[in-house]
C-alpha cells in the first residue's frame, strides 16, 4: 500500500468530516481511533461518499507507519488530559522532524507547553483553531493554525484545499503566528460568535416582545436582513430557524425550545482573558452572563412568581420603524463586539510578541465558520486602511455608521428598558460606545475615592505628577 | 525580656498600622522588616503614639524567638512571590505549632498550596484578608481569616479586640472558613468595592452631566444621601471629596483630578472567577470595564474628536429635584443587583468548595472597618438570617419590594442618561441583570436553536422531557424549495 499524506486521530464527527474532507480534496489520510469501531465508521462513510482515498488503522504503530514522511497527524480529541494522552501514544511512534497539529478548543497555553515538550522530543507541534462546526469540517471550515512555521509549510497545500474558499478573498485559512496564537484567536472568535448569538436573540426577543411579531413575519424580517449589511450565516440561520414546524405538536418548533443554553469553555476563557489584558469586552461578557442566567431557569421562573405584573408601556409601536430600529442597533452593537474581540486579540499578540495580522484573521473568518459574513470584509478593509487602528470604532467609515445609527440604538435600548426587556449585550455595547467616545469619565472620582481610603495617588489634568491629598483631614477641618 | 504575644512582618503602611493597632489594644507584639529602617520608624511611632509595646527586631532568628509560643506570625508582604521569600526565612525558625498568617491581598489557591506545604512541616497557616485600608489597619480593620482553625483560635482574642467594632453587631471578624476561604471572600468584597464605587461615580455622572449640578450642590446631596439607606463609608467620602477646592488654583479639586483610575488585582480576579464559576456579575463586570476604559484616555480623547457635536443632548429641561430622587433610588436598586451578585459568587465557590461559609455572617463582618462599611449590610444580614438558602438578594420579600418600588426611577434614569450619551454600564448592566433574572422566558430558545442547527448541541422541550435534536438545515431547504 502507497503511504498516506497525513493522519487524523479521533474521529467523533468533527474528525470524521475534517478526514472525508481532507480525502475529498485529493490527500489521501490516514485514520486512527481509540474505540475501533469509530475506524470502521468513519472508512464505511468514505466509501458511501465516493470511494474516498480514507484508509482505517486500529492499532497506533501501524497508523502511524502508514504516512509519508514527514509525517503529520491531525488530532481532533477532547480538549485537556485527552489531548496529553493521545500525543503520548502517537510519539511513541513518530520520528525526528513529524508533526502533530491539535484541531481541539484548547486553552492556547496548554499548546505551548506541548510545543516545548514535543521540541525537546525532536517533534513539531501546531495548534490549529477549527471553526464552522460539523458542516465546516467536511465542505471547508475556516483553519486557524499557530504553533511551528516548518509544520505548518508541511500542510499548507492541504489546509488551502480543505478550508473554505471566499471568492475574491481566496482560502479561509493563513499561519497565525508562534506558539499558541491559533488557538488563542481561535477562542476570542468563538468569544465573538457568543457575542453576535446573544445580540441576534435580543433583536428577536425586542422584536417578538415588544413589536409582538409573529414567527413567520421573523422569518421574512430576518431573511430581508440577510440580503443587506447583516448578511451572514448566522442571520441565515436564524430566518431558517423562525420557519420550522413543530413535528411533535401545534406552532412553531422555536417556543417549543427551553430557553436553557449550553456552552464550551471558549466563552468564558474570552471574558477571563479580557480581564487580564485590560480589555474592555463588556459585550461578550454580557453574552456569557446571559448563557449562565438562562441556565438558572428554576430560579427564574421562581423570581418571575415574585415580580410579575406588565412591565410594558402599553404604547403602540410603529412595527415598520421598530424593526428598522432593530436592524440598525443590532449591527451598532456588533461593530463593538467585533471592536473588543479585536483589542483582545491585539493585547495578547503585543503581549506575546505574535505579530498578529488583524486584517487577515477577519478575512479568513469570511467563510467556514459560524461568524462568517459580509461584514467582515468591512472589518478587513479598516485595518487595510490603518493596519495599528486603536479600536474598530475610530475607522472611518464604521465611526460614520455607528453615528448614522446610534439614534436608531438608543431608541431601541430604552424601549426595551422601558418595556422590562433586558438587552444585556445591546445596552453594555452602547454604554461601551459612550464611555470610549468621552474625553472625560467620572473616573476622577473613583481616584479621588482611592487616595481618600488608600493613598493611592492621582493625576492631575493640568500639571505632570503624582499626586495625594489628606481629603479626610481637610474634609474635617472644613467642617468646623 | 519577656516574650510578646505575636508578631508582624512586613512594615510598609498597611503592616505598621495594624501593628500599632495590636499593641495599643494590649498585645505586646515583635516586629520585623528586611530592610530595617522600616523596623525603627515602626518603634519609633510606637513610642510617640503612646509608647505602645512595639519591639523592633533587625534579623529574622531574634524577631521569631521573641515571641510566645505557640507563636504566631502576621506576614504583610507584596501578594505572590515576596510571601514565598518571607514564609522561607521565618519558617527556618518556626517550630512545630506555631503559626503564619498571610494578611495580603493573596490568591486563594496560593494560599492553600502555602497551608499544605506548612502542615508537612508541622506549621500552621492562615490567609486573612484584611479590609479598610491604611486607617482600618490602624483604627479597626474588618478581618476575614480562613484556613486552620486551630491557628485562627490561637488569635481569636487578638482579632477580637483589633478589629472595628460596631455597636449591637460585634467585632467585625469571624472564621470564615477552610483553606483560601478567607482570601476569596476578600477577593469578593474587594470586587463588590469596585461595584459600589462605579455605581457611584455614575450617579456623579448623571447628575452633573444631566442635571448640572455644581460641586457644591452635589456635596449636598451626597451629605444628604448619607442620611438615609445610602449611609455608608463611600459616601460619606465622596460629599467630603465634592467640598474640597484645589490648593493650587481655582475651583474645586475634583475636577482637577485626572480621569484615569488605577487597579490592584482583585477586581480582575473576582470577575474572572464569576466566569469559572458560572456566575452571572454584570454589575462588577462593568466597574472593572470602566477603569480599563478610563485608562484609555489618550484614545477616548482622540476619539472624542471623530465623535463631537451636541447632538447627543436631548435639551430637555431637567427637573433637579426630580433627577436627585431619581438617580438616589437608581443607585441604591443597582447596588442590591450588586451585592447579589458578590454573594452568588461566593455561594458557588463555597458550594463548589464545601467550604459551607456562611453569608450573613460576611455581611456583618463587613459593616465596620472595611471600605463597603454601610446601613445596608445590616439589610443584608437580616436576609440571609430570613432565608440561608437564599437563591438571590433578588428574591429576598424586602429586597424584591425595595426594587419594585424603585424600579420606574431606575429605568427613567438609565434612559436619560442614553439619551445624553452619558454611560452608565454599572447601572445598565443591573437593570438588564434584573430583568434577566425575573423572566421566566428568555431569547436563549433561539440561541440554543442555533447551537443545534450548526453543532447539533442538542435542545430541550418546555413540553416534555428529554434532549433532542433537529435537521433544521435540511427541513429549512425542504421548505424553501416547495
Known amino acids: 500500500m502507497a503511504l498516506t499524506r497525513i493522519g487524523l486521530a479521533g474521529l467523533a464527527v468533527m474528525g470524521q468530516n475534517l478526514a472525508l474532507n481532507i480525502a475529498e480534496k485529493g490527500f489521501p489520510i490516514s485514520v486512527y481511533n481509540r474505540t475501533t469501531s469509530k475506524v470502521d465508521e468513519t472508512v464505511q462513510r468514505a466509501k458511501v461518499e465516493g470511494n474516498l482515498p480514507v484508509f482505517g488503522f486500529h492499532d497506533p504503530a501501524s497508523f502511524v507507519s502508514s504516512i509519508q514522511k514527514p509525517r503529520v497527524v491531525i488530532m481532533l480529541v477532547k480538549a485537556g488530559a485527552p489531548v496529553d494522552q493521545t500525543i503520548a501514544t502517537l510519539a511513541a511512534h513518530l520520528d525526528q522532524g513529524d508533526c502533530i497539529v491539535d484541531g481541539g478548543n484548547e486553552w492556547y497555553e496548554n499548546t505551548e507547553r506541548r510545543e516545548k515538550a514535543m521540541e525537546e522530543r525532536g517533534l513539531l507541534y501546531l495548534g490549529m483553531g477549527v471553526s464552522g462546526g460539523e458542516e465546516g469540517a467536511r465542505n471547508g471550515p475556516s483553519l486557524m493554525p499557530g504553533g511551528s512555521f516548518e509544520a505548518y509549510k508541511y500542510i499548507e497545500d492541504i489546509l488551502l484545499k480543505v478550508a473554505a474558499q471566499v ?7 493563513t499561519y497565525i503566528g508562534k506558539g499558541g496564537s491559533g488557538n488563542f484567536v481561535k477562542m476570542v472568535h468563538n468569544g465573538i460568535e457568543y457575542g453576535d448569538m446573544q445580540l441576534i436573540a435580543e433583536a428577536y426577543d425586542v422584536l417578538k416582545s415588544v413589536g409582538k411579531l409573529t414567527n413567520s413575519e421573523l422569518h421574512q424580517v430576518f431573511s430581508e436582513w440577510n440580503k443587506g449589511e447583516l448578511l451572514s450565516f448566522l442571520i441565515e440561520i436564524t430566518a431558517d430557524i423562525f420557519g420550522i414546524k413543530d413535528d411533535k405538536g401545534e406552532g412553531y418548533l422555536v417556543d417549543k425550545v427551553l430557553d436553557k443554553t449550553g456552552m464550551k469553555g471558549t466563552g468564558k476563557w474570552t471574558v477571563q482573558q479580557a480581564a487580564e489584558l485590560s480589555v474592555a469586552a463588556p459585550t461578550i461578557e454580557a453574552s456569557l452572563d446571559s448563557r449562565f442566567l438562562s441556565g438558572l431557569k428554576d430560579e427564574r421562573v421562581e423570581a418571575s412568581k415574585i415580580f410579575q405584573g406588565d412591565y410594558s408601556t402599553g404604547l403602540p409601536v410603529d412595527k415598520a420603524q421598530l424593526i428598522e430600529d432593530v436592524r ?14 479585536m483589542n483582545i486579540i491585539k493585547a495578547k499578540s503585543s503581549e506575546k510578541g505574535w505579530g498578529l495580522n488583524l486584517g487577515e484573521l477577519a478575512r479568513i473568518w ?12 468591512r472589518i478587513k478593509k479598516a485595518y ?22 446610534q439614534a436608531a440604538w438608543r431608541r431601541v435600548v430604552c424601549l426595551a428598558i422601558n418595556n422590562g426587556v433586558s438587552t444585556p449585550g445591546m445596552s453594555a455595547s452602547l454604554a461601551y460606545f459612550d464611555s470610549y467616545r468621552r474625553d472625560r469619565l467620572p473616573a476622577n472620582l473613583v481616584q479621588a475615592q482611592r487616595d481618600y481610603f488608600g493613598a493611592h495617588t492621582y493625576e492631575r489634568v493640568d500639571m505632570p505628577g503624582s499626586f495625594h491629598t489628606e481629603w479626610f483631614k481637610i474634609a474635617r477641618n472644613s467642617k468646623i
Open 167 to 173: 471568492p475574491d478573498s481566496g482560502p479561509c485559512v
Open 328 to 341: 440598525q442597533a443590532l449591527y451598532a452593537s456588533k461593530i463593538c463586539s467585533y471592536a473588543q474581540g
Open 366 to 377: 469570511k467563510g467556514g465558520c459560524i461568524i462568517r459574513a459580509i461584514f467582515l470584509d
Open 384 to 405: 487595510d486602511r490603518n493596519p495599528n487602528l486603536a479600536n474598530l470604532l475610530v475607522d472611518p467609515e464604521f465611526a460614520q455608521e455607528i453615528i448614522d445609527r
